[in-house]
């Protein structure tokens, strides 16, 4: 059943990016419904939120209903996610005042034990002021999760701190609270995505077509769960609400395994089998070549059976077998020579570079779960419920 997500605006001239995450809210099916303060009418249009949202949008505190809106509100929202939210909501909130429906519903909200998110923007002189700092953190302090504001350009002119996190971030942040199980928030969970890159000289490289995208969705999905994540990658990712490490080759991605904690691993990437003997470091020169180009090649360690031979009793280690034929007996040789807990099937036509994929999960008893062709996001929601259960 999809979630219910009552978003608050205040009146900030950052207002008008909620349009933006009402949308995005609304494509993933969550049902939202926004409360504008009074003054809030001032910068955003309640026919725009209406239109956006498919629900009336809530200003008033006294209106002819048979119950009191506000207490329907907090009873109706799974998450109550107030952005932006001003230096003026911020202070009404910490002192108890209720003196419109989104502080009304805000001062209940908090004695609920659903989550409150606040995502506060405003001039540098009011996000620094030491009594606004002081509410945020009591606010911090009675577990409502405070979304940071980053430094830039601000609608005052000034460069500073105070402007509204990007709506990608709040609408992430946003999943997290709703979905977590908070038993998870002191696992962590390990994940490797896309091909290494092996250098022959400083600028041209030996890689495969692996996009990483699966790695991601994992990272994202057990991010959502609560889980504490990392992703080691060799892919670009835009600023991911969990913690990245960029590596290129194989040798830096164990490397960078060996170096991190973790309670389950996920070894989404694609570790190049070989590496160049020698790696020039200016640019090899055609001319001096020649017609023919032999590279000689050195065999990499293989990453995951390296983590996985001095893997503790209570680490969980999910490898991928990725094949053309015969993949299940190919996987399931994996699982058994590599030392893994679980291995993902997954065929090349396929998992390769796609956005959906169709695996089978094998574990270490030879239990298999088939899962059906699927978005890679919703794939690795279903490998994380059979992995991390
Ligand atoms: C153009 C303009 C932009 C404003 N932007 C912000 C802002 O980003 N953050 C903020 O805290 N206050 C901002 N204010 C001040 C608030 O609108 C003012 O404090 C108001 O009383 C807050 O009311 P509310 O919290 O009930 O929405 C702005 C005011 C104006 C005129």
Redesign the pocket.
């Known amino acids: 059943m999809s979630k219910n997500i009552l978003i608050g605006i205040?009146?900030?001239?950052?207002s008008y990016k909620i349009y933006d995450l009402i949308r995005k809210f609304k494509k993933t099916d969550y049902n939202v419904k926004v409360i504008l303060?009074?003054?809030?009418l001032e910068?955003v249009s309640p026919i725009v939120i209406e239109t956006l949202s498919k629900n009336e949008v809530y200003v008033e505190q006294y209106c002819k209903r048979s119950n009191p809106e506000h207490i329907c509100l907090c009873d109706w929202a799974d998450c109550f996610l107030i952005a932006?939210i001003?230096?003026?909501?911020i202070s009404?909130i910490t002192a108890g005042i209720c003196d419109?429906l989104?502080t009304s519903v805000a001062c209940a909200y908090l004695g609920s034990q659903k989550p409150l998110i606040i995502a506060p923007?405003?001039?540098e002189g009011?996000y620094l002021n030491p009594f606004v700092k002081e509410n945020i953190e009591k606010l911090k302090n009675n577990n409502v999760s405070i979304i940071d504001p980053q430094k830039g350009y601000l609608?005052c002119g000034a460069e500073g701190i105070?402007r509204l996190a990007d709506i990608d971030i709040i609408y992430q942040k946003t999943l997290r609270e709703i979905h977590q199980n908070k038993k998870n928030n002191s696992k962590k969970i390990l994940v490797t995505s896309g091909g290494t890159i092996e250098a022959i000289d400083n600028v041209r490289y030996i890689t495969n077509f692996s996009s990483g995208k699966m790695g991601y969705n994992l990272a994202l999905s057990a991010y959502y769960n609560g889980f504490d994540v990392k992703l080691i990658t060799t892919c670009d990712t835009q600023n991911p609400p969990f913690i990245t490490q960029q590596v290129k080759s194989a040798l830096e991605m164990l490397n960078a395994i060996q170096n991190s904690e973790f309670d389950y691993l996920f070894m989404a990437s694609a570790v190049c089998d070989y590496r160049s003997n020698t790696v020039s470091a200016k640019k090899l020169k055609k001319e001096e070549l020649g017609k023919k180009l032999t590279l000689n090649l050195t065999q990499n360690p293989d990453v995951v059976a390296t983590i996985a031979k001095s893997k503790t009793k209570n680490q969980i280690i999910t490898g991928f077998c990725l094949a053309d034929d015969d993949l299940i007996n190919c996987a399931k040789n994996k699982l058994k020579n590599k030392n893994l807990d679980y291995i993902i099937a997954n065929d090349v036509q396929t998992a390769l570079n796609k956005d959906e994929n169709e695996v089978t999960i094998i574990s270490k008893s030879g239990k298999m779960v088939n899962i059906k062709k699927d978005t890679k996001f919703n794939i690795a929601k279903k490998i994380l419920e059979v992995v991390c259960d």
């Open positions: 205040t009146s900030s001239i950052a303060t009074p003054n809030a910068f932006p001003s230096a003026n909501t009404k419109n989104l923007a405003m001039n009011m609608a105070g």
